[in-house]
């Protein structure tokens, strides 16, 4: 995953349309990445705004659940290499094997996040989450 990977983010349509583009574009930059939820924080709750991949039942999610909640409550991007052994994950999919979940910040506070499966084990690195924290300033003004 390079930075030239997020040109597809440039210049996006605000609202549904936007974020739909930006979740297949997230998807489309790493054979490693199954699903792409892009959630939406409404006071305590995250809400699916798009998404690429498998769907979701979890449409919202309260911040401090899951993984997903997780991130937002403690404001810092989480990675799990193994979803099988961390008490918090909320399932997708049974083949989801890793998660990653970036926030995305604008005006100094949270207001989405990506949420990004993978049936691969130990998907993400450092250097994917430096990668998809730019994504998310990319994305930020569509929230």
Known sequence: MTDTAWEPLRDLPRGTPGLERAARAVRQASSRH???YLYGVEGDTLVLRAFSGRPTEHTRIPVGEGVCGRAVASG???VVADVAGD???ISCSLETRSECVVLVHRDGR???QIDI?????DAFTAENV???EEAAKLIAPLF
């Open 117 to 121: 499966d993978s049936d691969v084990p």
């Open 34 to 36: 199954t699903s792409v």
């Open 87 to 89: 008490p918090d994950y």
């Open 130 to 132: 430096n990668c998809l």
């Open 76 to 78: 810092v991007s989480q």
């Open 110 to 112: 949270v207001v989405g």
